[in-house]
Nanobody, 124 residues
Framework: VQLQACGGGLVQAGGSLRLSCAAS????????VGWFRQAPGMERSFVTG???????SYEDSVKGRFTISRDNAANTVYLQMNSLRPEDTAVYYC???????????????????WGLGTLVTVSS
């Protein structure tokens, strides 16, 4: 499975962006999907994910601002980001994992396939 994330860019604080992640060579069907981000000098961290059972998890700082969704027919997962803050600045990665369940959805090592990332920059 190859993943291509897009939709990043420069936005002012309080603005919105919608990231997309399209899969080729495979499907999202019956697989978990997740979004992670990595700020400069920081480790890659969990943002949100949908586990194999369909349960959705969010990192605390994005709850109420970010929304993950998926379109299995289009093999695409989305991340709607509203009320963006400068601290949301990072490279955002999508990931897919056939074996991700509720207990490990936040762990990057649980995911098998990764996109190249798309840069989100939020100015103050």
């Amino acid at each position: 499975v190859q993943l291509q994330a897009c939709g990043g860019g420069l936005v002012q604080a309080g603005g919105s962006l919608r990231l997309s992640c399209a899969a080729s060579g495979g499907t999202f069907s019956r697989k978990a999907v997740g979004w992670f981000r990595q700020a400069p000098g920081m480790e890659r961290s969990f943002v949100t994910g949908i586990n194999r059972s369909g349960g959705i998890s969010y990192e605390d700082s994005v709850k109420g601002r970010f929304t993950i969704s998926r379109d299995n027919a289009a093999n695409t997962v989305y991340l709607q980001m509203n009320s963006l803050r400068p601290e949301d600045t990072a490279v955002y990665y999508c990931a897919v994992g056939p074996s991700v369940i509720a207990s490990n959805v936040r762990s990057p090592t649980a995911y098998t396939y990764w996109g190249l990332g798309t840069l989100v920059t939020v100015s103050s």
